[in-house]
């Protein structure tokens, strides 16, 4: 975001091509190239095409056409899909528009990938967890409100760094309790809904811990989830690559396509098993998912399994 603010200073493009994974970002893009653009007549400068709307030709038309009093129009594709017949005439189409238009592409799905090679890319995955620290602090500053150390840490955490869920969440710890002008932790725990990654990460500390009570109370909550086992053999596969490698948490992390702060999580729940013990563990979930894959066991049971097998490993 901070790169995009300075592309805008220095000068608005003429098609923007958003991807990531923090829906948030994907809004506050278009915000800053929205109010970059100064547009304050939506209803005749902007044009919308989703899914439903997508054509070629309709948005050949609305490129085409010039803003009425702003100085710049605003085309925006939400997101959609585009046959592969029609990729290389919107290219051709984005290519020659009109200087007083400016479109944007919200690619959620990296359905317009094609397009980041001719275009002006934006990064819409998550941030560092410093700088989602810095943006939690100055919006609750905004609201008259702070929030201690350790209930930020929580709030980050339980939503895996994502700030499209840690905005939901705020809204509701904010009116938590409205005497109290500083969100505790006590607040994060009882309000926020943790995110699955978030849960299977304290499922694994419990399990390292040989907390079996814990981690089968945690297991009971998730074992409906579909994705709860891939998560989990990524899991444990990240822990026996932290705790043999001699790399540092930035090379491991590049190499596993991972935040820096998961290996450095990684490494500290590793300690909690011998290398033999993980090497162990991951041949569990080797022979457990093609088990469920064969249809030889329920999902769910495997789930069990490998719980009490790690437990007693």
Do not use: W
Not at 41 to 64: C, G, H, M
Not at 122 to 133: I, Q, S, Y
Not at 134 to 140: I, N, P, R, S
Not at 163 to 176: F, P
């Amino acid at each position: 975001m901070k790169t995009l603010k300075k592309r805008l200073n220095e000068g608005i493009a003429s098609v923007y091509v958003i991807q990531g994974d923090d829906f948030y970002l994907f809004d506050k893009a278009l915000n800053m190239i929205k109010n970059a653009c100064k547009i304050t007549l939506d209803d005749f400068n902007v044009s919308n095409f989703d899914s439903e709307n997508f054509s070629l030709e309709k948005i050949f038309e609305a490129t085409e056409m010039l803003p009425m009093i702003d100085s710049k129009r605003l085309v925006v594709l939400n997101g959609g899909t585009i046959k592969d017949s029609e990729k290389k005439r919107l290219e051709q189409i984005l290519l020659k528009i009109p200087k007083t238009t400016c479109v944007v592409v919200l690619d959620y799905n990296k359905n317009f990938d094609f397009l980041k090679k001719s275009f002006t890319f934006v990064d819409a995955n998550r941030l560092d967890r410093e700088t989602v620290k810095k943006l939690v602090k100055a919006y609750l500053m905004r609201e008259n409100k702070d929030i201690s150390v350790d209930a930020l840490d929580a709030l980050i955490d339980s939503t895996n760094c994502y700030l499209t869920r840690i905005m939901t969440e705020l809204s509701k710890l904010i009116c938590y309790d409205l005497e109290n002008q500083l969100i505790t932790k006590n607040m994060v725990d009882d309000m926020v809904v943790k995110d699955v990654e978030y849960s299977v990460f304290e499922l694994t500390e419990a399990l390292s811990k040989k907390d079996g009570d814990k981690a089968l109370k945690l297991l009971s909550f998730m074992d409906k989830d579909s994705g709860v086992f891939s998560l989990m053999s990524n899991h444990f596969r990240r822990l026996f690559y932290s705790s043999i490698s001699d790399l540092n948490n930035g090379e491991i992390s590049k190499l596993l396509g991972v935040k820096e702060y998961a290996i450095l999580k990684a490494r500290q729940l590793a300690k909690g098993f011998s290398k033999a013990q993980l090497k162990k563990i991951n041949k569990f979930f080797e022979e457990y998912d093609c088990m469920v894959k064969s249809g030889k066991m329920l999902l769910s049971n495997a789930l069990y399994l490998l719980v009490f097998n790690i437990i007693y490993v």
